[in-house]
Every structure is written in C-alpha cells, then in structure tokens.
T-cell receptor, first 115, second 116 residues
Framework: DSGVTQTPKHLITATGQRVTLRCSPR?????VYWYQQSLDQGLQFLIQ???????AKGNILERFSAQQFPDLHSELNLSSLELGDSALYFC??????????????FGPGTRLTVL | AQKVTQAQTEISVVEKEDVTLDCVYE???????LFWYKQPPSGELVFLIR??????QNEISGRYSWNFQKSTSSFNFTITASQVVDSAVYFC?????????????FGPGTRLSVLP
C-alpha cells in the first residue's frame, strides 16, 4: 500500500458526460501528479500540482482540468468525454516540487470506461 | 526530449530461471534520475528503485539487482530465481524537469510471465 488513495476505483459513463476523479496524497507529500494509462499511448503525464499550485503540464487535453485543494487532495475533471478517454487514470504523490528525482508513489488508479 | 526504450515487449520464463529486463534511455541532462516500477495484474504501480546519474554502483535487493551503465545509457533489471509472483509489467522511467515541476517519462513496459 503506497498510502495514496484514489476514488472511485471504477467509473462507467457515457460519451459527452463529465466525471471527477479524486486523489489523496501520502501524508506529508505536497506534490500530486496525474497520469493516463491507455493501451495505445502507454503511461502519459497529464499535470502536476504542488501545495495548491500548478507546476507542470504534460499532454493534458483542454477538456480536462485539475486542482489541488488546501487539504492537499486533488481532483481531475474530465468533460465532454469521448470513447478514447477510456483509460486507467493514476494519481501519484511526492514530497518535492521542482527539480528532478523525487520518487513518485502511485495510487491504485481509477478505471474509466466511456460507452 | 527525453526518451525511454524497453525493447522487450513480452518475456516468458519458467520459474527459477534468471531474467534480465532491458532499459535504454536518452537524455541531454548531466544530472538525471532513473526508476523502475512494477505493475502486477491487480493494476497498481509499485516503486522498486531510484538511481541518480552520479551513482554507478550496481544495486542488489534480495532477488532483484540493477545494472546502471552510463556509457551505454542503460539501466537493466535482473530477477534471479524468478517466481510466479514476479509476473507483472515492469516499467523503466526517467525523471525530467518540466516547467516548475517534474515529470516521469515512462518506457512502454515489459510484460514478464513466469510459468510454474
């Protein structure tokens, strides 16, 4: 158990809908990262927050947004969902912010299925 | 841009065999960090090891060992006396600085099947 929690575990929805994925980092970690894992794209970095502020952006679509709250939990919002958004979404946390080399500890993931 | 290659898509071995998973990376940075993660069938990503570019010592942890060679930009992972529980997808990752934060660039993964 990494100490990172994600809810829900599974989510099934329809095209055009909007969903929210939730993540709580490990105790003491200030950074939260979101990743998307799909069969064709592999593991792709979406976005990083540190102590409530956006720090890095990867291949995140404009239909997707995220935020980190004062209690450090984070939410990833996915809107106008398409079939291709079906994937496993991971949240990870680490203690640091900028620079490299901080180990990221991953949550169990949320499996999103868009029908 | 940084890149991680894991040329072996799938490997099958029989229990108790040794197996090496290859990882080759590309980076222009002089300081960088490499990681290995395991994704068992249950789906979670489990951290195995972190290595910085200044430390070229090989590392051994139980049946696991890692061989870091800067000269060939490789960070290979060996499992000795493999067990069925080692069956998983293994990912190699390279840490890169992005904007004001960091990101992991993951390789495509190697699926290891250990047969009884």
């Amino acid at each position: 158990d990494s100490g990172v929690t994600q809810t829900p575990k599974h989510l099934i929805t329809a095209t055009g809908q909007r969903v929210t994925l939730r993540c709580s980092p490990r105790s003491g970690d200030l950074s939260v990262y979101w990743y998307q894992q799909s069969l064709d794209q592999g593991l792709q970095f979406l976005i990083q927050y540190y102590n409530g502020e956006e720090r890095a952006k990867g291949n995140i679509l404009e239909r997707f947004s995220a935020q980190q709250f004062p209690d450090l939990h984070s939410e990833l919002n996915l809107s106008s969902l398409e079939l291709g958004d079906s994937a496993l979404y991971f949240c990870a946390s680490s203690i640091g912010t900028s620079g490299r080399g901080h180990t990221q500890y991953f949550g169990p993931g949320t499996r999103l299925t868009v029908l | 841009a940084q890149k991680v290659t894991q040329a072996q898509t799938e490997i099958s071995v029989v229990e108790k065999e040794d197996v090496t998973l290859d990882c080759v990376y590309e980076t222009r940075d002089t300081t960088y960090y490499l990681f290995w993660y395991k994704q068992p069938p249950s789906g979670e990503l489990v951290f195995l090891i972190r290595r910085n570019s200044f430390d070229e010592q090989n590392e051994i942890s139980g049946r696991y060992s890692w061989n870091f060679q800067k000269s060939t930009s490789s960070f290979n992972f060996t499992i000795t006396a493999s067990q069925v529980v080692d069956s998983a997808v293994y990912f190699c990752a390279l840490s890169e600085a992005v904007d004001y934060g960091q990101n992991f660039v993951f390789g495509p993964g190697t699926r290891l099947s250990v047969l009884p």
